[in-house]
């Protein structure tokens, strides 16, 4: 009798886990729907090729899936994550290597939704989760873009090298249910067009968000819209403190106006800043392409998130300081090394080099974009073509580890700065990360 | 634009963000002043705006504008940097002389502030690279002219 009752219960669960199993292998490998399923689109008006090209700069295809001096969009960009490195692959329309065999529902799924032909799912280091918002029509612009605007390469995908059984693909189906919307962009009827216009951009193809949201433990980001207060709050990511991009006093934009933002969008600097660190590439690949209405567009939806006070700290005010480089190491390296360009009064030289008072580097309180500058020096900023004049040198191999944290606490603590002090160790370390020859590279390169 | 240099106004038709280096050497022809790094690292290419001295190679010419500049062509113009450039002669501080021109720009500076400076004012302000290592007498003719004044 007991024994009947045994094998039965025992039945069951084993069929319930059947059940749950088949459920779960469905599920993981499931096609989400596309609405160009029964499409098949194979030549474009030059209109909409053109229009895709012009998606493909706000979206910045080209920083992962391009090398640089390589056949565009080949692939092959490294991305070092916890677990071993990833390639981006090649996503020109070479049917064997690339996506040429890519319906437009094909396309639509990975661009939107993050899965392969076949049900196989990318890594979310393509930005899958923004680019759900992508509408319609942006995405067959940009289909249309790919498959004939864009040269094939017969360029192999280089394979991971993320040991089994952690390269399984099937989980992050399930990081997708818990982390991935899957709604287009929804206009909100409480603000106007350039408003939404913006939040478009920003949320969407301008995937803002990848660098400058902070992530949570699956290293999902914590917000994907402006319903979510850390929603572009700033975040630590490969090395480079992304600043709030919203009303913050010291560490966002609330220092900016709109047309501040816009400059520095379209030229790669204003009278505050000049971009460096991750924010050299998206400029010099993206944003500077931007048509100004856009450009306007994206400022006024920034100017619309509230910053945080009580993350932020009391506002900055500017302090005036006597000039005396021998009072310490950290103020003679200044003057000695760093006076030049930025002045001794810190005020730099707008929009040219930029200052150092108020930056948000040395207000805010994670010091790795000010010590990574420091030691590895900025890229070209190429705008239109042509590299701008003056870049920030590499002190890597002329100062020392306790002489770059005495000098950044010194920039981090004058001139009404509060970023406080920078350790020694901290700086060693992320030289460490950041040595071209590093056995421990800086950890998901996410862009 | 027109700039003000060594006494002398010059118009000149370059982008904003041109570094005055350029503009100094290549549109104006003063080439007493020399490129080294472009980047603000060995004073090659100091100059004085208003009686400072400022690396050219990473000065904006739109940012000097209305300001008076001052070259090593005419430093003996200026009574200290007369003096300097007596005592860099009688020191015999030059080896290829590459930097020299900046070196006597931040003397200048440095003595116009400072008459005499004191051995720790002489080394935060004689900060400038010398391939040839002539360090040694320019540390002599700085005490020199040091002296020279609190005599
Ligand atoms: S050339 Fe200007 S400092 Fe070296
Ligand atoms: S004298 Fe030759 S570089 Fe200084």
Redesign the interface.
Known sequence: MNNRRFARTAGWLVLLCVVAAGLLAWYVTRQPASPFEQQQATSFEPALVSRGEYVARVSDCVACHSLTGKQPFAGGLEMATPLGAIHATNITPDREHGIGAYSLADFDRAVRHGVAPGGRRLYPAMPYPSYVKLNDDDVKALYAFFMQGVQPANQANIPSDIPWPLNMRWPIALWNGVFAPTATYAANPGQDALWNRGAYIVQGPGHCGSCHTPRGLAFNEKALDESGAPFLAGALLDGWYAPSLRQDHNTGLGRWSEAQIVQFLKTGRNAHAVVYGSMTEAFNNSTQFMQDEDLAAIARYLKSLPGDPQRDGSPWQYQAVAITPAQNLGAHTYATRCASCHGLDGKGQPEWMPPLAGATSALAKEDASAINITLNGSQRVVTAGLPDAYRMPAFREQLSDEEIAQVLTYVRSTWGNQGGTVDTKAVGKLRGHTDPASSSPIILHMR | MELRINQKAYQVDAEA???LLWVIRDNLGLTGTKYGCG???CGACSVLVDGNV??SC???VA?VVGREITTIEAIEEDEVGKRVVATWVERQVAQCGYCQSGQVMAATALLKHTPAPTA??IN?AM?NLCRCGTYNAIQSAMQDLAKQESV
């Open positions: 963000d041109t570094p980047l603000a690292q400022v690396r990473v000065t904006p940012g720790e004012q935060a900060i």
